[in-house]
């Protein structure tokens, strides 16, 4: 695929030593590495207020929370944690950082201070929001919804602040990787040669950069009638709160994709890796990345059936999110006709491709409903939607990080993880995942509305399954993390190319040099269309 470098003893781990060294670095991966451990502190936090969430509602009545309002703060806490801090710079700021330069050819990403500056800020953000915790805790939901957010005593100022300030991180993230993809491709790497990644990462950066201000402005707005009481959102002041909804979701609804569209960037990258096969449809999924990212614009009313809207807007918004269908059934089909035939490795990377086709299928196909409006009349504000929610943001973004952080592996650090653990752990996450939130479409199609502290009795036979599984859940985040600790201690020496990958980061060494390639890589021919036996057997030599 092209010309590149050879082994050598430097690489960006060793390259300079010391914490200022880190924390003044201008190198794209070691600012990848910083904003994961980042990430997966977050996470750590957000997923133990989920885990106290599910054993609160392993019965009714309270079993662990003091009251209802302790139970709102840990929800709050959990779905805030989730989305701003976790799921939306989870792939894009970690992975995308690590890779889309290597994957370009390129030193680094177009501006290097920016990048480390985009860090800081969401640095900065994250401990204002979570500042929080220790000051008069926050209770409004991660949505935000006005008026109870303005009129709340917590302190979701400084949470609105925090989000507000990390919204900024995004739009520089994402301006950087739209330059860099323009301007610092090697040569031969024409637009038809990208991988699939680069081209939902490009996706990506265009949503944060465009959906990004509306939410910064909506929650600047609503840190000013909180503070000076100008009259926006409270119906008190003159407000509407259903304009909050519109600017809320407008912004909200594109971050779906934000999350989404870079986690279908990495399943296109794996699948082909491990089916020993060419993508099929190269175009076609490239085209359908830019068609789901269009139509997230404008499908942001189908969060607001129930807000009031005229019968009129209610049919257009369903059936623009039914028209979201096409380019998602696309990808999927392309993705099945890439592993139709061919030579399948199931290692962890393609357990967890796997697991996100089957768990992002169900969320997409529940999704349907929720976009027929009676259907959703029924459905809104109960667990269908909680579940639904959960199988395309956090089952399908999640399950593909997992796949491209097992899969960049070796890249990141040079070392190869144990696969008899790391497929164990696929396993549990799969499972433990479709144990906690499938009963979840049961109880909300029986009626059981979200965000309560306690419930009737008819539902806790499925609400102990639903606490049960994020137990197995919580098992298997733990035998990741102690899987890949692992590697990183003791684990065997990783080639520049243990699975036979043909994108340019795979074409120099692991760990790659401080400078990713020792001369310019000249690119001959597309990721996707080399067939030959060599460069598809891998190599850990």
């Not at 590149?4 to 990848?32: C, E, P, Q, V």
């Not at 949470?159 to 990390?166: E, K």
């Not at 009638?225 to 509407?240: A, Q, V």
């Not at 989404?260 to 082909?272: R, Y």
Request: some cysteine; aromatic content about 16%.
């Amino acid at each position: 695929m092209a010309h590149s470098t050879t082994a050598h003893g430097d690489n960006y781990l060793n390259h300079s030593h010391g914490l200022k060294s880190w924390l003044f670095t201008l190198d794209h991966k070691r600012i990848g590495l910083m904003y994961l451990f980042v990430i997966m502190a977050m996470f750590l936090l957000g997923g133990i207020f989920a885990l106290l969430v599910r054993w609160e509602l392993f019965a009714p009545g309270m079993q662990f929370f003091s009251s209802p309002n302790t139970y709102n703060q840990a929800f709050t806490y959990h779905g805030a944690i989730m989305v701003f801090m976790v799921v939306i710079p989870l792939i894009p700021a970690a992975i995308g950082n690590f890779v889309l330069p290597m994957q370009i050819g390129a030193k680094d990403v177009a501006f290097p201070r920016w990048n480390l500056v985009s860090y800081y800020v969401y640095l900065f953000g994250l401990l204002v929001a979570a500042s929080t915790l220790f000051i008069n805790k926050v209770d409004t939901g991660w949505t935000f919804y006005a008026p109870y957010s303005i009129r709340t005593g917590t302190s979701a100022t400084l949470v609105l602040l925090g989000a507000f300030i990390m919204g900024f991180s995004s739009i520089l993230t994402g301006l950087n990787f739209i330059v860099s993809i323009h301007k610092l491709r090697a040569p031969g790497l024409t637009w038809d040669r990208l991988p699939l990644f680069l081209w939902a990462i490009y996706a990506t950066s265009i949503v944060q950069v465009l959906a990004t201000p509306v939410l910064a402005i909506t929650l600047l707005l609503l840190i000013l009638e909180r503070t000076i009481g100008i009259g926006i959102f409270d119906p008190k002041l003159g407000g509407d709160p259903v304009l909050f909804q519109h600017f809320f979701w407008f912004y909200s609804h594109p971050a779906v994709y934000i999350m989404v569209l870079p986690a279908m960037g990495v399943i296109s990258d794996v699948i082909p890796a491990f089916s020993r096969k060419p993508i099929f449809g190269y175009k076609a999924i490239a085209a359908a990345t830019f068609g789901i990212a269009l139509v997230a614009f404008v499908v942001w009313g189908h969060h607001m059936f129930v807000s009031g809207q005229s019968e009129f807007a209610n049919f257009v918004f369903s059936f623009l999110t039914m028209l979201v269908a096409v380019p998602t059934g696309v990808k999927v089909f392309s993705w099945l006709a890439t592993m139709y035939k061919g030579s399948l490795r199931m290692d962890a990377p393609m357990l967890y491709a796997f697991g996100f086709l089957f768990v992002f299928t169900i969320g997409g196909l529940t999704g349907v409903f929720l976009a027929v409006v009676s259907v959703d009349v029924h459905l809104t504000a109960t667990y269908f939607v909680v579940a639904h929610f959960h199988y395309v943001m956090v089952g399908g973004t999640l399950l593909a990080f997992l796949a491209g952080l097992h899969y960049w592996f070796p890249k990141f650090c040079g070392k190869m993880y144990s696969e008899g653990p790391a497929r164990l752990a696929a396993w549990l996450i799969m499972i433990g995942f479709n144990v906690t939130f499938f009963p979840q479409f049961i109880l909300g199609v029986l009626g059981m509305p979200r965000r309560y502290a306690d419930y009737l009795p008819q539902f806790e036979q499925l609400n102990r399954i639903s606490t049960i599984g994020s137990w197995f859940l919580g098992v298997g985040f733990v035998l990741v993390a102690w899987t890949l600790a692992r590697a990183l201690k003791s684990g065997e020496k990783s080639g520049p190319n243990p699975w036979g990958a043909l994108t340019l980061e795979w074409q120099t060494p692991s760990p790659p040099p401080h400078e990713n390639f020792l001369k310019e890589p000249v690119v001959t021919e597309g990721p996707y269309e080399y067939r030959g036996e060599k460069a598809l057997m891998g190599s850990n030599a």
